[in-house]
């Protein structure tokens, strides 16, 4: 395997997801959506999003002008930005109209070959026009077919386009990874298809093995999709990951806590709201546990009652701990000789 690599500041976390459901600030007043992305940007420090070409390229089927003016937002403040293709969202377009889901607009696979490529030359106009302002941006892999994803990278490359190809660690990644690296990719994104297939973590850990090893061997750097585990972001060299557990653990209620005795992430619901039996609940807690976590919040410059009645402060806390507190935890378990399996969340 090769040597980990304990660099301060990768991996880049890109944070996707939108917080539109916020109406009111922490002072109970209305906000418009211009208030809440700078009120946000600003209290959590996050400086890296990752977005969807589907919601933002003029000519996409699901461009919105609210997501539009956040990805404007984002490019004044000069953020750093990964541009996903939108390729998982055609993917359940075209679930639905082969009919693998139910769906009142089915449509024949013949459509769905039209909408692929007019979605891939829309996607290429995007990039023309905005490309240079981003980091990064990823091939239009809406299939899991390696040959196809193959394929339809060599359709944007030679149209001046210069995405990230993606492998989905089916059984052919590791030829098509070789075939990337041959062609000069720079930078492959490791998607998580056949690897949340694997049952067993230390088959996973083989898996990874294999890939950073190659990828170490090609002087080629990796992205993690929805890659947040401490086990994963920490244990393997990757130059960047993308997560939206942030929002999602914000909408519910929850506030994500760096442990720095167990090295990983613990979520706990603190919304004065019901939270379901299963969660780590600040309701349910004892007295000093109650005492712990406000103190905890205390700490990171968040006040406990604004997070626990407010939305957008939960948002702003989540966001905070990825962008700003995380990667405290890579020294931690650097000077710990924390093993693989404890770092698992």
């Known amino acids: 395997m090769i040597p980990i690599h304990f660099r301060k500041n990768t991996p880049i976390i890109y944070l996707s997801g939108f917080f539109s459901a916020v109406k009111k600030g922490p002072n109970g007043k209305e906000m418009s959506l211009k208030e809440v992305t700078e009120y946000w940007r600003k209290k959590s420090g996050a400086k890296y999003r990752c977005y969807s070409a589907m919601y933002l390229a003029p000519k996409m089927k699901y461009f919105t002008k609210r997501m539009n003016e956040v990805y404007e937002l984002s490019l004044k403040r000069e953020d750093g930005i990964l541009m996903d293709s939108g390729a998982h969202s055609f993917h359940n377009f075209m679930k639905a ?25 829309a996607y290429i106009d995007f990039i023309k026009a905005d490309g240079r302002k981003w980091d990064l941006h990823v091939n239009f892999d809406y299939v899991h077919d390696p040959e196809e994803c193959y394929r339809v990278q060599h359709v944007l490359w030679k149209a001046g386009a210069n995405p990230m190809p993606v492998v989905h660690g089916d059984e052919k990644t590791f030829e098509y990874f070789r075939r990337y690296c041959k062609d000069g990719a720079k ?33 080629v750097r990796i992205h993690g999709f929805a890659q947040t585990y401490l086990s994963m972001m920490f244990f393997y060299d990757w130059y960047s990951v993308d997560s939206a557990t942030w929002a999602k653990c914000s909408a519910f209620g929850k506030l994500i806590f760096p442990d720095t005795k167990s090295n990983t992430l613990r ?22 546990v109650r005492k712990a ?17 407010n939305l957008i402060e939960r948002y702003c806390f989540n966001a905070h701990i ?10 931690i378990v650097e000077a710990s000789r924390a093993k693989w399996k404890s770092l698992l969340l």
């Open 267 to 288: 979520m706990i619901h603190v919304s004065d709201r019901h939270s379901v039996a299963s969660d780590l609940s600040y309701n349910k807690s004892p007295k000093n």
């Open 187 to 219: 930078i492959i994104g490791l998607g998580t298809g056949g690897i949340n297939n694997r049952a067993a973590w230390d088959k996973k850990r083989v898996y990874y093995d294999m890939i950073f090893n190659l990828a170490a061997k090609h002087g």
């Open 97 to 121: 109209a082969t009919g693998k889901i139910s769906s009142k607009k089915r449509q024949k696979m013949s459509d769905v070959a039209s909408l692929r490529d007019e979605h891939i030359a």
């Open 322 to 331: 990825y962008a700003q507190r995380v990667h405290e935890l890579k020294e």
């Open 293 to 309: 976590i406000e103190r905890q919040i205390n700490d990171y410059g968040f006040d406990f009652e604004k997070v626990r009645t």
